[in-house]
């Protein structure tokens, strides 16, 4: 099959394959190799949060889904790139804090999730 071919099939083939290298892909572009964030309650002005573009990304495997420190695996809807999502939750009587961590997966690293 000549190379084209798999630009002019329908989405289920494409879905398959990695349409564009995250690095040109309009929601990964934005968001950092690893993004971290970091709230805590009734210090507001202190908050610093994940980039708008992770909200784009959508869960593949939720790891902990009765936690409230969350493990899943998302993927990027336009690229199909791979991140880990993890949240650390700590309750402290000045003010419970949480932690939000987003880092891009090699397809490896991927597999390794995908597997679990
Ligand atoms: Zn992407």
Redesign the pocket.
């Known amino acids: 099959m000549p190379a084209g071919t798999l630009q002019q099939a329908n989405g289920k083939t494409m879905a398959k394959k990695k349409a ?1 290298p ?1 690095t040109k ?5 934005r968001l950092a190799d690893v993004e971290s964030a970091f709230q805590k309650y009734g210090w507001e002005e202190d908050n610093t949060y994940l980039p708008a573009a992770a909200g784009k990304l959508e869960v593949v495997k939720d790891f902990k889904p009765y936690s409230s420190r969350k493990l899943q695996l998302q993927q ?6 791979y991140y880990l999502y993890e949240t650390d939750y700590e309750f402290l009587v000045n003010g419970s804090e949480d932690e939000e961590y987003l880092r891009r997966l090699s397809d490896e690293q991927a597999a390794e999730y995908l597997a679990k």
């Open positions: 564009i995250h892909c309009s929601i990964c572009s990027c809807p336009q690229c199909k790139t």
